[in-house]
Each structure stands twice: as C-alpha cells, then as structure tokens.
C-alpha cells in the first residue's frame, strides 16, 4: 500500500512532514490532496542503500520479497524476525522517512 507525506498540516490530524499509510485518508480523496500540494507519495529506498543496521536488516527480510522501506512498513510478519524486532524496524522506517517541521514548534 502506497505510503504518503502532509505537505502541509492536514484536517485529520496528520501534521506537515509525517508519513502516513492509506487508512489515514479516504481512497476518494487521495488523487486531490495530490493535485492541490497537500500531499505526496513517498518513495521509498532500498534497505540496502540505507546506513548501518539496515543492510543486515536487509538480508533477514529479503526472502519476504521485502527490499524497501515502504514494504517493511507494510509488512504484517516475516520469518526469522521477532515481532517486537519488526515493530521496532517500522517506527525507525517511519522516522527515516519523516521530515520534521521546524516550523511553529513542530506542529
């Protein structure tokens, strides 16, 4: 499932800069938050271009299919990796692809 970031401060709550999955936004109205600059789809790097732990993180999902950020996030389970391991790997995959406004305190 595609993955998104509020280029500006949206009604439902998602601050500018934060990544969000589809269930935060009504499928109808996502091609318009696109058209009108309120939203992005977010592309997401490969595991393997990102720094250290996640090469190694690579290799351990990489029979899931599992090559990027976006399908880390998405992922429900994945053999050989813990549940909490893979809770933990999502909200760093979150942060990475973040962009944090120093706007207004952050908000």
């Known amino acids: 499932m595609p993955l998104y970031r ?3 401060h949206l009604d439902n709550g998602v601050r500018k800069g934060r990544v969000f999955n589809h269930s ?3 499928a109808e109205n996502v091609q318009r938050l696109i058209e009108v600059g309120a939203i992005a789809e977010v592309r997401a790097p490969p595991l393997l271009a990102l720094p250290d732990p ?3 993180r690579a290799a351990r999902v990489a029979d899931a299919g ?8 998405d992922a429900v389970e994945v053999d050989g990796v813990t549940y909490q391991e893979l809770v933990d790997w999502q909200q760093q995959a979150y942060r990475l692809l973040t962009i944090e406004s120093k706007c207004c305190g952050g908000k």
Do not use: F, N
């Not at 599992?66 to 996030?73: A, F, N, Y």
């Open 66 to 73: 599992i090559v990027d950020l976006e399908q880390l996030i």
């Open 6 to 8: 509020a280029l500006d």
């Open 24 to 26: 935060r936004i009504k």
């Open 54 to 56: 996640w090469p190694d």
